[in-house]
């Protein structure tokens, strides 16, 4: 069975950015997701990368801040966030399908225990 834990998240200011890991153990070929929750809110996907990383996929309300990338020697998948700002502040969750679809969020089976990130103004 295939773990999935998340680091990197804490409280910054406006502006700011964070850098959250995904690490995968063991090693896998699942496409990895970001996800997201804010408190009243449903959770919603940020960004997922295909196994190889060669196709990647973007929220809108990204917005070109944000960008995930994955080290296969180290089984970790990055989410870099740049200009953070307090809408940002969430849950972050990473998740691992086996489907080639990567926006296919009824894939995302195995999840990770999730990281708060908090933006303040």
């Known amino acids: 069975q295939v773990q999935l834990v998340e680091s990197g998240g804490g409280l910054v200011q406006a502006g700011d950015a964070l850098r959250l890991s995904c690490v995968a153990r063991?090693?896998?070929?699942?496409?990895i997701a970001w996800f997201r929750q804010a408190p009243g809110k449903e959770r919603e996907l940020v960004t997922a990368?295909?196994?190889?990383?060669?196709?990647?996929y973007y929220a809108d309300f990204v917005e070109g801040r944000f960008s995930i990338s994955r080290d296969p020697a180290k089984s970790t998948v990055y989410l870099q966030m740049n200009n953070l700002n307090p809408e940002d502040t969430a849950v972050y969750y990473c998740?691992?399908?086996?489907?080639?679809?990567?926006?296919?969020?009824?894939?995302?089976?195995?999840w990770g225990q999730g990281t708060q990130v908090t933006v303040s103004s």
């Open positions: 990368i295909g196994w190889s990383g060669g196709t990647t």
């Open positions: 063991p090693s896998t070929r699942y496409a």
């Open positions: 998740a691992a399908s086996r489907l080639a679809v990567i926006t296919n969020i009824e894939g995302y089976e195995l």
